[in-house]
């Protein structure tokens, strides 16, 4: 994809559209073409790009589906054809049957003056599932209490509102990318009765 945020000023925050040669697509679970505005997952498809996995059969078969390539991401299309990053579907919170995505709540918790870095992500609930948690960085010790934070996140819909906020450097990967699989491995409890389920 291409933006060309000189031209649009107004898709800044989109990775633009899908540029010559390619085509792109937000699917649901079930690979139907959703409208702009929905989230799903980003599906692409080109001449150009990889035909299959390296002597890797069994990725190449989950990684195709028709002819198009199902990146992972968690994406949205506007009514121009811009299409929207909102994370990757591994990280997809699922909450009481709602899909929570971390990347907006991440920016949303930014915006508080006393956030230097933040990371959402999903810990174990007994009753929803899962609930939605955060890892804050905070631009100095004390700067702000987890209380104040909740108060700040009341601006969110109710289930996007994360239950629970940890204070501390967001852990990243060589890449810059937030290792979300090391912060549910820190924070999200066991299920109450994982010690009871006879392994086989």
Known sequence: CLNLSGDRMDKLGS???????WEAKVVDSGG???????????????????????????STEKAFSDGWLRTGDVARMDQDGFFYIDGRMKDVIISG?????????????????AVKDAAVFGICDCRMGEAAAA????????????GELLAFCQKLPKFQRPRKIFFGEVPRNPTGKIDKAALRREYSPKHPFQDNIRQE
Not at 15 to 21: D, E, N, P
């Open 15 to 21: 990775v633009g559209r899908a540029s010559q040669g």
């Open 32 to 58: 139907n073409t959703l409208p702009p505005g929905e989230d799903g997952e980003l599906l692409i498809r080109s001449a150009h790009m990889m035909s299959r996995y390296y002597k890797d059969p069994v």
């Open 97 to 113: 049957g709602e899909n929570i995505y971390p990347v907006p709540i991440e920016g949303f918790l930014r915006g508080h003056p």
């Open 135 to 146: 890892k804050v960085c905070l631009t100095q010790p004390g700067a702000c209490t987890e």
